[in-house]
């Protein structure tokens, strides 16, 4: 009888065990998980880069209290697990109900100042105050957002426990907790890999295909001959992609041209290889080197490289800058590498785009290096974000040095990009990571809404770099390396556009900074990761030869030029919208 009974709560207990696993669903919050959790909070609704709505911010707020509770509850358990001896007495209930009121107060109070804070972020952007934020919307996001990130972390806790508590009947209870840990977290990703992502993936790159094919009725091919798409081009219109039609479409003409330079102009050229016009890279490449060829891009003065974003996009603003200043005496060539955004396309296909940047440079560079020197265009390279990581990758410096290209203006260059990190890891000493000298500026030069620091009659070498970036652009100044330490771009000396009130705070900067590089775009223009067209004019007066302009003429190119974009800007977003 009594082994019957013995057996029975043998077999009685890892079913209670497993019962009470799941019931801590319900489980009263930890002490030190909330108090750390309502100082992320607290940090996670101060200025940072970009200004957020209410609803955005919510969503930090919860996540970065969830992500405190996290740590607080697992700093608690390790203090038991390394069974060190508690401190002795217990903490008076009407201490700890204090500490919880006090810890209240705090948020409430840092949720009222929320909106204040955010206005020195819109102040810094040149952006006008906002007034009734909606602290409620804040308070009520981030709640949901803790509670749904609260019950999927306890829901895989539980599954842990039954498989541990499986294991255990066969191994050791300590390596059974960590075999059951393990194996939950690793079905995690790989449902999430192979099931969730990939569904998502497909989806994603389904839709983004067909918005790339679409053709609106009201967009006509080309009539004249010289422009790619046209009936005499080597590219099909319909083989353009959607953001390359935009492209050859959207050049100026020479007369536009000629009302803003005051003197005769040409239309510049414009070549685009859309990703379904070749099979591979390599045929991509030498299809728009063919078709530059027959539209006579290389007999025009200049000659620009561009490598586009993930989804193909070529910033009008850094291209046209050029061919103004250039009266369109310039001819440009793109290739699209992908239909993804710039950050999917980082994430899932990061080599694809250097391979397709440098197999287009190798196919124009190569021809161009056999013309004779006084009968070929000055040769450039220009790239935005994710366009211009894949265009410094393209150049091998040891290859092109008997024969440089004349100049590069990458702007906005991602956090990835190995050489722009490099050489601003090397910058000079007093010099401010946000807009760094390198050595005696004979390559390379930074510059920012307010130029470069380094003299513009400084002499240049034989071939111009140009990095243009803004300080309050995360996506260019983003380091997973900052969790825990200050990033140098926060001192001595902060950005013009960078909010004085702006402060590091251990991880919780961090999950700021990366909401702030979803949110870049956004930025009004002049900032983030938005850029201006008169920055883009100052930028190529330093890299390429442009021509004599008088200030005046220049000013009034440079509030024509922003005056169009920002109506272009806005125009978009209607359209969005709508």
Known sequence: MREETAARNGIAAPSRKRAAAFARLAAPLSPAGLLLGALFLVASL??????????????????????????????RWLWEYLEIPPARGRTPWKVKRAL???????????????????????????????????????????????????????????MAVVFSLSL???????????????????????????????????????SFRQADALIPPDTAPPREGFRTGSTRSLIAWENLGRMGRRFVSSAPDADDIARLAGAPAKTPLRVYAGLPSADSAQARAQLALDELKRVGGFSRGALVIITPTGTGWVDPAGIESIEYLRRGDVASVAMQYSYLSSPLSLMIEPEYGEESSQALFEAVYGYWRTLPHDARPRLYLHGLS??????????????????????????????????????????????????????DGRFVRFMNQHGSSVPADAPWGPMRVMYLQYASD?????????????????????????????????????????????????????????????????????????????????????????????????????????
Request: proline share 8%; glycine share 8%; hydrophobic share 50%.
């Open 474 to 578: 995360a996506i260019t100044f983003f380091d997973h390396r900052d969790l825990f330490s200050a990033p140098a771009w926060l001192h001595p000396v902060r950005g013009p556009d960078v909010a004085p009130q702006m402060r590091w705070y251990p991880v919780v900067s961090t999950m700021q900074l990366v909401l702030d590089m979803m949110l870049a775009d956004d930025a009004p223009m002049g900032y983030g990761h938005v850029f201006a067209p008169s920055h883009y004019v100052a930028a190529w007066r330093q890299v390429a030869d442009t021509g004599d302009w008088s200030p005046q003429d220049l000013a009034t190119l440079s509030r024509t030029l922003d005056a169009r974009r920002a109506a272009e800007i806005a125009r978009d977003e209607d359209e969005g919208g709508g």
């Open 46 to 75: 101060t200025p940072s880069l970009i200004p957020r709505t209410p609803t955005m911010q919510g969503v930090l707020a919860g996540t970065a209290f969830g992500a405190g509770y996290a740590i607080g509850v697992f700093f």
């Open 386 to 439: 994710l366009g211009a990581m894949n265009s410094e990758r393209s150049l091998e410096l040891f290859d092109v040095l008997g024969d440089p290209p004349q100049g590069a203006l990458w702007s906005g260059p991602p956090f990835a990009a190995r050489q722009w990190r490099r050489m601003t890891q090397l910058r000079n000493p007093g010099s401010p990571a946000w807009r760094p000298q390198f050595r």
């Open 168 to 206: 255990a009947k066969v191994m050791p209870r300590r390596v059974a907790s960590v075999l059951g840990v393990s194996a939950v977290l690793l079905l995690a990703i790989v449902l999430s890999n192979s099931i969730v992502l990939r569904i998502a993936l497909q989806v994603i790159d389904s």
């Open 100 to 158: 919880y009121g006090l810890v209240a107060l705090v948020v409430l109070w840092a949720l009222w100042r929320a909106p204040h804070w955010q206005n020195f972020v819109r102040a810094a952007l040149n952006m006008p105050p906002e007034e009734g934020a909606d602290s409620f919307t804040v308070a009520a996001v981030a709640l949901l957002t803790f509670g749904v990130l609260l019950t999927a972390t306890r829901v895989f806790r539980g």
